[in-house]
């Protein structure tokens, strides 16, 4: 399992310490970062640029370094935004995940996955899990995305049937609604990565949250 922080959810400097916190705990890290249009989901998000500015340290015989943090995009735009040039010409970002529902025709959508190898797809919670498996099939992807509810509203309970990851092989990326409960469940799984936002770490129980992760 790996925990990906959500950058939308708290002050850099917050998702630094919390980097390194867990980091040296032992988790698989990265940070996950959201580019909303106002258009394809009714909020915005962080720029493109934003992809290419974070360089956390990493702490060691009084030493700092600059970590490898590896960072994961989330694409909620519309599959013609004049923002997909500046999110393809971030060098930072290891995946890219762009959302079948913005595309008018899965041929639109081939090519665009074809056009950068760190394309991976997002699915809004419309769809099953075989649903999805069965499309990254077809698509020839081996990575999806799963919004667990509707993206862009601030306050959701998640209420995606999470049983059925049994469905699918695929490596996958839950973003939203992931609770200490959720990483409890998950932690011995390596085909997961969970979206670590306000339900999990960045609330008024930030320093409890940390202790349950880090103890």
Known sequence: MELSLSYICDRPYNIYQAHQRLETAGYQMSVHMDLMDGHFVPRLGVHPEALDEINYFREGDNVKTISNTQID???M????????????????????FVHYESFPNEEMLVQAL?????????????????????????????EFLLMT??????????????????????????????TLDTVERFREHNNITLVCGSKVIFNENYEENMKCLTS
């Open 73 to 75: 995009a989330h694409a």
């Open 149 to 178: 509810y509707a993206p862009g509203i601030k306050v959701q309970d998640m209420t995606y049937d999470l049983d059925q990851l049994q469905d699918t092989d695929k490596y996958v990326t839950i973003d939203g609604g992931v």
């Open 114 to 142: 074809h056009s950068d190898g760190r394309m991976k797809l997002a699915f809004k919670p419309w769809h099953t899990i075989k649903q999805m498996d069965k499309i990254c099939e077809r698509l020839f992807v081996n």
């Open 77 to 96: 735009i519309t599959y013609n935004n004049p923002a997909w040039a500046d999110i393809k010409r971030a060098s930072r970002p290891r995946k890219i």
